[in-house]
């Protein structure tokens, strides 16, 4: 079992960055695969980036390549989102999530789920 609590969400401008932070409770954090999400009302919520257990393993969506970085810090429980140059098409939910097992894209093999954190983007 895992918590998982997400942070760093706001309102920038486009361009700028931002970088979320997702903290987990649980002493096996290490032995998961973690995800970021997001949705916007209506939609889907959509694939952003993954990273596997280790960090030596990542994807990300095609909108977000070259812009968005994820990385985790297993001693201190966290997964982070860099984002940066920022886009209007970036407003969202951003939604942190964990599995047992290696990197997935899809919404359906991920276990635990953080609350969210909004994240809204000005042209």
């Known amino acids: 079992q895992v918590q998982l609590v997400e942070s760093g969400g706001g309102l920038v401008q486009a361009g700028g960055s931002l970088r979320l932070s997702c903290a987990a409770a649980?002493?096996?954090?290490?032995?998961?695969?973690m995800a970021w999400f997001r949705q916007v009302p209506g939609k889907e919520r959509e694939f952003v980036a993954a990273i596997n257990w280790s960090g030596t393993s990542t994807s990300y969506s095609d909108s977000v390549k070259g812009r968005f970085t994820i990385s985790r810090d297993n001693a201190k429980n966290t997964v982070y989102l860099q984002m940066n140059s920022l886009k209007p098409e970036d407003t969202a939910v951003y939604y942190c999530?964990?599995?047992?097992?290696?990197?997935?894209?899809?919404?359906?093999?991920?276990?635990?789920w953080g609350q969210g954190t909004q994240v809204t983007v000005s042209s």
């Open positions: 649980g002493r096996t954090f290490s032995s998961y695969a």
């Open positions: 999530a964990a599995r047992v097992g290696i990197i997935a894209t899809m919404t359906s093999k991920y276990d635990y």
